[in-house]
């Protein structure tokens, strides 16, 4: 059995049949894109995931259990406004495990030493609006990643960047994630983006998403 499972998931939202009996896994460990439109019902998807929406219809495990048994289970980064503009950039890093219930010391003593592999060394007391689009973007992964929660989900993280800074973080996100290896499930219109990150894609049609195609990208990972 895979990780992550859905089976047949279907979302109707109104009269808007938003997800059209949506299979797919995701292993422990890869790396998987959603392809698809603005509109696809991306968001939609990762709403039923976290929680934020009932299941209709379908079924979905993950770590071989119903989702609903599962707690905690997914730390998700938004495509923006990932950190509070009020906050030095060390207290956006350390308030998820503070509210997991770490104490303000023990999360800043994990926080500090990952600063320098995310290119924040320096940066811990700095506001966001103080660093460039590519850090904030770096520094909300790092927030969502030192949760250590058993997978990621990513909206569309380099999105909003410029075209280059874009490409600078993929290739340094690719590395990173060689490292680390923390399973992810990425959605995104780009599709450069999705084959320069994955390890397979699901492509979703627009309205109703269903999954329309499904690859593993022919790349020989390390
Ligand atoms: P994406 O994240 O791929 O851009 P969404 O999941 O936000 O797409 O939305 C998918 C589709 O569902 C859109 O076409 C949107 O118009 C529709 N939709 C979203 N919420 C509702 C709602 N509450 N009622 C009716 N349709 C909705
Ligand atoms: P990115 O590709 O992550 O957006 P930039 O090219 O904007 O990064 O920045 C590269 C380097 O410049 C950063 O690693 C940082 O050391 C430095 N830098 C960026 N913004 C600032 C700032 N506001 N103050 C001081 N140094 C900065």
């Known amino acids: 059995m895979s990780f992550l ?8 939202l109104g009269d808007t049949a ?5 299979s797919m896994r995701v292993e422990e460990g890869e790396f998987v894109s959603i392809l698809g439109p603005s509109g696809a019902g991306k968001s939609t998807l990762f709403r039923l995931l976290t929680g934020g929406l009932p299941l209709q219809g379908g079924r979905i495990s993950f770590g071989g259990e119903p ?11 938004p495509q923006r406004d990932a950190l509070m503009p009020w906050r030095r950039i060390i207290d956006n890093l350390t308030l998820g495990l ?23 060394e320096g940066f811990a007391d700095h506001y966001p609006a103080q660093l460039s689009g590519g850090m904030r973007q770096r520094a909300a992964l790092l927030r969502t990643v030192v949760l250590g929660r058993p997978m990621q989900l990513l ?29 992810s499930l990425l959605v995104t219109h780009d599709i450069r ?10 492509v979703l049609s627009p309205r109703p998403a269903r999954v329309i195609a499904e690859f593993a990208v022919p790349i020989p990972r390390p």
Do not use: C, H
Not at 5 to 12: A, D, G, L, P, Y
Not at 193 to 202: G, K, W
């Open 67 to 77: 989702l609903a048994a599962r707690k905690n289970g997914f730390a998700f980064m």
């Open 193 to 202: 983006e999705a084959v320069a990150l994955s390890d397979r894609i699901y």
């Open 98 to 120: 503070e509210v997991q219930g770490t104490r303000r010391r023990e999360a800043r003593a994990k926080v500090m030493p990952l600063l320098a592999d995310f290119g924040l």
């Open 5 to 12: 499972e859905m089976e047949n998931v279907s979302v109707t």
């Open 155 to 183: 909206d569309e993280p380099f999105g909003a960047l410029d075209a280059l800074t874009r490409i600078q973080m993929q290739r340094w996100f690719e590395a990173r994630w060689q490292k680390a290896r923390w399973t």
């Open 18 to 22: 938003v997800l059209e009996k949506i």
